[in-house]
């Protein structure tokens, strides 16, 4: 069991930053790490995926944009947010997974989400 716990949400402009972290209640270094989000309405998204030595996958509208990251040792994943938009707003959470995967239904544990909301 692996309980993990966003932080780093908020409200910002158009072009802004965030920066996300997610920490976990014991070592991840075993699993993929994701990032997802969720408007309500529609279905959850895959943001981005980490391995454990640091390969990446991003989905298409936030190549450039986003970069994940993780320090294994503080058991800590990362989302660093550049050139926000308003299609960015939603909830977003953190997954770990034994898969290497963009797919919600590969991930097995959640956190609880943290809204990030882009206005202009």
């Known amino acids: 069991q692996v309980q993990l716990v966003e932080s780093g949400g908020g409200s910002v402009q158009t072009g802004g930053s965030l920066r996300l972290s997610c920490s976990a209640s014991r070592s991840t270094w075993v699993y993929y790490m994701g990032w997802f989000r969720q408007v309500p309405g529609k279905e959850r998204e895959g943001v981005a995926t980490?391995?454990?030595?640091?390969?990446?996958i991003y989905t298409n509208s936030v190549k450039g944009r986003f970069t994940i990251s993780r320090d294994n040792a503080k058991n800590t994943l990362y989302l660093q947010m550049n050139s926000l938009t308003a299609e960015d707003t939603a909830m977003y959470y953190c997954?770990?997974?034994?898969?290497?995967?963009?797919?919600?239904?590969?991930?097995?544990?959640w956190g609880q989400g943290t809204q990030v909301t882009v206005s202009s």
């Open positions: 980490i391995s454990s030595g640091g390969s990446t």
């Open positions: 997954a770990a997974s034994s898969i290497y995967s963009l797919r919600p239904a590969d991930f097995r544990y």
